[in-house]
């Protein structure tokens, strides 16, 4: 069996009196691509912000053989677990370079950041092109592009993202995914959230159905693309 | 279609670690030394002109405005680099104020001129010790909430200052010396020039540490804090503690601005430092430009020496006291007609740089 390089047990995150995760449990070999899909109001996003510290929760979250419980995100992200936020999060009135530099923020190894930079260079050629730009100027999907290319430059063991497709044209989408699918192949894990749950799931090797703060449904990516009821529910139409 | 290289995105690739507009060694010394150093003694032989020309009234204008553009540069620090909104920060120029009379009045008898240094940085130490305990519990509030408390804990200091005998109460601290004047040969330096040494020191200081600040690694956290709290966290920014320390530093340098501004009025009531004066530092950094140290110096220049040189005498020819109507009229029409304030975000280099931002 595959190492587990996150398990999450009986997650539950309350907002005052709402209960929004009642019990989620999961986990994340190392060289998957994991994705949590569901609608709306689901708890997706919750879940990703608890994984990485961003929201006080109840339960266990073990990374690398390490519980996080209580451990504040700014922590979590030098154990190696890179979080990149709902709606992008870049930085608007900063350059794009600003912001990767800050994405590199935890490292202190010039060389080597300069190396990944240069690999996110190749994944993301638009980045490249927009160095000296403001990253508020940029395009919703050169915004995500940057977005996951600061969330890589803290070499991370875990990419978490949050919806990389929001508001993103098809094609664009295609492209995103594409580089998600490349990275893992690096060697890095992902826990994806979508909404997008047809191109989710064809990325990913297992996934999870996230409904109002459970998990209902679990298994292969392909399974579920084949599952009736996640046709149903969120493919549409046969 | 153009050819410009800037437009059509290939730009030369910046290394790791510098800024796109990074300065060869040579030049960046200049900038962190040299320019201070020689806007100092421009300033101070620009002091001396104004010794000759200018009467006590004019001259403690002038003093009050460095005092106000430390005042409004420390606060842009907190409302508009970090972007966390605070509206008490006279309390924490009144801290500095006081500290720095007290120690002149009841203290130290005859200060020395270096004496004032050690005054006004106690005071700024005092003011950051404030700033400290306020700031801990309450930089985990956001927005609205943490303008109440802030707001709060302005008043709390005023009522304090007003209760303690020690410092005068409500009648105030009098008598407040400033920096005797020294005698060299024939050259007279009068206690208002020794006065203006020490506060355009304090305020080329201030500038340069902040200006050091906001343009090294620590400004940009500051600056991720301001633009997206959750992502600057999942960058491994500890903000928190981000926010506390901008805080402190912000605090401290109140205190100084309030030392500056004690030794020039010479004299202190509580009532100096009410909700208004915070107001007036908002004005100042809005005015100049959230996130713009240089705006902040315009607008404070413009906020301090408007009202006196252009208002009064404006109500001295026409007979009708109209100072506060026009002055608040042209706050409006300055916001209206330019929102983002005399600078924005830009510096004032930022101008005449050919790629600027």
Redesign the interface.
Known sequence: MAKPILEVKDLNVFYGGIHALKGVSFEANEGEVVSLIGANGAGKTTTLRAVSGIVPYKGSVTFRGENLANCPPHVIVTRGMAHSPEGRGVFPNLTVMENLELGAYIRKDKDGIQKDLDHCYELFPRVKERLAQKAGTLSGGEQQMLAMCRALLSRPKLLLLDEPSLGLAPLIIAQIFEIVKKVNSEGTTVLLVEQNARMALKVSHRAYVVETGKITLSGSGQDLLDDKRVIDSYLGGP | MTNDP?KT???P?????T??SAKPAPKRFAMSFVAPVGAFIALAIVGQLLEASTNQYVQLVLLFMCANIIFATSLNLVNGFTGQFSIGHAGFMALGAYTSAYLSTAVVQNPSFFDFIWFAIAGGLVAAAAGYVVGLPSLRLRGDYLAIVTLGFGEIIRVILLNTPAIGGARGLFGIPRPKEVVLGDFVFTNFYMNYLLAIFWVILTLVVLWRMVHS?HG??F??VR??E??????????TQVKVRVFVISSFFAGIAGAVFAHAAQGLTPATFGFTKSVDAIIMVVLGGM?SLTGSVMAAAVVTLLPEFVLRPLTDITGIDLRMVLYSLALILFMILRPSGILG?RELPDLWRKNG?
Not at chain 2, 13 to 17: F, K, M, R, T, Y
């Open positions: 800037n995105g290939h730009n690739v910046p290394e790791v670690g800024k796109p690694v940009r956290k600056l991720s633009e997206d959750i992502a600057a966290q999942s960058m491994g920014i500890n903000t996130g975000t931002k």
